[in-house]
Antibody, heavy 118, light 110 residues
Framework: QVQLQESGPGLVKPSETLSLTCTVS?????????WGWIRQPPGKGLEWIGS???????YYNPSLKSRVTISVDTSKNQFSLKLTSVTAADRAVYYC???????????WGQGTLVTVSS | EIVLTQSPGTLSLSPGERATLSCRAS???????LAWYQQKPGQAPRLLIY???SRATGIPDRFSGSGSGTDFTLTISRLEPEDFAVYYC???????????FGQGTKLEIK
């Protein structure tokens, strides 16, 4: 049973960089799937941020692309999100997840709330 | 960029009734890449349907998906108390590659 767990600071200052890590257990990232990040502002809908394949190929939401970097560390079975120049609009619950375009996003972390405030 | 519009925004029904949720795309979507999710308060979304009509592992058969092109539907044949939640559709597009979610439909108890 695959499990995903987000970790990282819950509070980030405006203009700084949000950094989160997702640790995967029960499945090797190297075995396949795309690994991605989705966020949800409190009380609002879901927004896909970006995804990465174990080989390192990535694709990002065009609206966030200039600020987002997703990377993978197969030796630690982790993947990470960096979002630069954050503002209050980036306050959200951030989920890491596993999926494919054809089989949907079938495994999710529990989510972590990140607040942007000085 | 494809936009997904879900309707209605809120659906008020009673347990035992049939629920029909709509997801309309701004341009044609591959059925292979259309999924539905259920989200309850304080929880991560749960995959219900992928490929427009295939149930994910462990999903009861009262949930079914259908549709093609620009119009897709999630049907819950007979509502159980645990089905009251927010539902999202999602598509994967290839140009540019990436995912889009609908804005969600809240299914509430009448």
């Amino acid at each position: 049973q695959v499990q995903l767990q987000e970790s990282g600071p819950g509070l980030v200052k405006p203009s700084e960089t949000l950094s989160l890590t997702c640790t995967v257990s029960g499945y090797s990232i190297s075995s396949g799937y795309y690994w991605g990040w989705i966020r949800q502002p409190p009380g609002k809908g879901l927004e896909w941020i970006g995804s990465i394949y174990h080989s390192g190929s990535t694709y990002y939401n065009p609206s966030l692309k200039s600020r987002v970097t997703i990377s993978v560390d197969t030796s630690k079975n982790q993947f990470s999100l960096k979002l630069t120049s954050v503002t209050a609009a980036d306050r959200a619950v951030y989920y890491c997840a596993r999926g494919t375009s054809a089989t949907g996003t079938d495994a999710w972390g529990q989510g972590t709330l990140v607040t942007v405030s000085s | 960029e494809i936009v997904l519009t879900q309707s209605p925004g809120t659906l008020s029904l009673s347990p035992g009734e049939r629920a029909t949720l709509s997801c309309r795309a701004s341009q044609s979507v591959s059925s292979s890449y259309l999924a539905w999710y259920q989200q309850k308060p304080g929880q991560a979304p749960r995959l219900l349907i992928y490929g427009a009509s295939s149930r994910a592992t462990g999903i009861p058969d009262r949930f079914s998906g259908s549709g093609s092109g620009t119009d897709f539907t999630l049907t819950i044949s007979r509502l159980e108390p645990e089905d009251f939640a927010v539902y999202y559709c999602q598509q994967f597009g290839t140009s540019p590659p990436g995912y889009t979610f609908g804005q969600g439909t809240k299914l509430e108890i009448k």
